[in-house]
């Protein structure tokens, strides 16, 4: 993205965040979006880790800044950061065409990975459950002997 458009854009303001603070919460909803200037921060779901980011120019909070939808996430500063706040979305978008492109390459982009990441889980759940169905057919063949087993040494007590 042309770095030019955050220079005196009054619809952009620089934000600080230290190590430890909140910078987005996991189902709250505001259409704030954020555009890392430097340093690193996390992305946790239901507490789990899914990424750190520290991407000069990486968008952080997009999909709910876009859809007004709570945020699906929550994303902690790990060092000192400061961001690019936007407020007013629609309008910086509309002003900053570059940007809105740029914005949609990236959205194009996480949805390249998910469906890849969502192929690599599917193999892999499929996987396990081949392996699953394979072990318990195998223990019920030896469940089923050790049954006949039992069955002839009881015969044979009698």
Do not use: C, W
Request: hydrophobic share 40%.
């Amino acid at each position: 993205m042309a770095k030019n458009i955050f220079k005196d854009n009054p619809l952009i303001k620089e934000v600080h965040f230290k190590p430890g603070e909140k910078i987005i919460k996991e189902n709250f909803t505001d259409t704030k979006l954020f555009i890392l200037r430097k340093g690193k921060v996390e992305v946790t779901k239901e507490g789990i880790r899914l990424t750190t980011i520290e991407d000069k120019g990486t968008y952080i909070g997009e999909i709910s800044s876009i859809l007004g939808i709570p945020r699906n996430a929550t994303v902690t500063a790990v060092s000192d950061v400061s961001l690019y706040l936007v407020e007013k979305v629609s309008d910086f978008l509309k002003q900053n065409p570059e940007a809105a492109l740029d914005l949609g390459r990236v959205l194009a982009g996480r949805i390249v990975d998910m469906n890849e990441r969502f192929v690599e889980i599917k193999k892999n759940f499929d996987e396990i459950t081949q392996t699953l169905i394979k072990d318990v057919e195998e223990d019920t063949g030896q469940l089923n002997s050790i049954q006949a087993s039992l069955k002839e040494i009881e015969k044979s007590l009698l």
